[in-house]
């Protein structure tokens, strides 16, 4: 079975400093892809970054970036240079590419929260 | 709008109650997707819609349970005789393309059901 693990709870982080939010996933397919999303306390999901499972050069959007280690089976979100409304929960989530209607696997989450 | 669009966005209901989710998909958007977010936990997928075909029902909890999008387009939701395990959010999703590729899934705000 497919499955998430986000091991870290909570996270605090000084402002304007980076932080490593934890993802490792089990998935005996080939094809997937992987998904970070951050979902402020308004409840919206909002998505940040996609990386392929083909994918040779780790994802990168603006201040996130995704350091995939495929033989390690993790795919840790890299936040940089942290702001005040980075504080947020945050899912990691998996979607197998050959799996009919590709829905999303979350993990449970990690709230971060961003100090000034 | 341009969004996905849910209402209501809270919804109290008494145990026993039926209850009718209804989740706006963004314009031409062919994939829809339900899930359940408890309190603290990462979404659970529900269940997915390819226009108005019914594909994937395997993460409804019961046969309380029951969506329909019967034009392809505005899906809803029924919960049967609420229970308070039913208590959650329920996000729904949609997307552009039938399955495959980097396309993410677009989120609705969610409606927070609360049954006492």
């Known amino acids: 079975a497919q499955k998430i693990t986000q091991t870290q709870p909570g996270m605090f982080v000084q402002e304007k400093e980076a932080v490593t939010l934890d993802c490792t996933y089990d998935?005996?397919?080939?094809?997937?892809?992987l998904f970070w999303y951050k979902q402020p306390s308004s409840g919206e999901m909002i998505f940040l970054i996609y990386?392929?499972?083909?994918?040779?050069q780790n994802a990168t959007e603006g201040r996130y970036s995704l350091n995939f280690q495929k033989a390690r089976k993790s795919a840790n979100l890299v936040i940089s240079a942290s702001q005040l409304g980075d504080s947020a929960m945050y899912f990691c989530?998996?979607?197998?590419?050959?799996?009919?209607?590709?829905?999303?696997?979350f993990g449970a989450g990690t709230i971060l929260r961003v100090k000034s | 709008g341009a969004g996905v669009s849910q209402s209501p966005r809270y919804k109290v209901a008494k145990r026993g109650q039926d209850v009718a989710l209804r989740c706006d998909p963004i314009?031409?958007?062919?994939?829809l997707f339900w899930y359940q977010q408890a309190l603290g936990q990462g979404p659970e997928f529900l269940t997915y819609?390819?226009?108005?075909?019914?594909?994937?029902k395997s993460g409804l909890p019961s046969d309380r349970f029951f969506a329909e999008r019967p034009e392809g387009s505005v899906s809803t939701l029924k919960i049967q005789r609420t229970q308070q395990e039913d208590s959650a959010v329920y996000l729904c999703?949609?997307?552009?393309?039938?399955?495959?590729?980097?396309?993410?899934?677009?989120f609705g705000p969610g409606t927070r059901l609360t049954v006492t």
């Open positions: 999703a949609s997307r552009l393309e039938l399955a495959g590729g980097s396309y993410e899934q677009y």
């Open positions: 998935t005996s397919d080939q094809s997937y892809g």
């Open positions: 990386q392929g499972s083909y994918d040779e």
């Open positions: 989530a998996m979607r197998l590419l050959m799996e009919y209607g590709n829905k999303l696997v």
């Open positions: 314009s031409g958007h062919v994939s």
């Open positions: 819609f390819q226009n108005e075909a019914q594909l994937d």
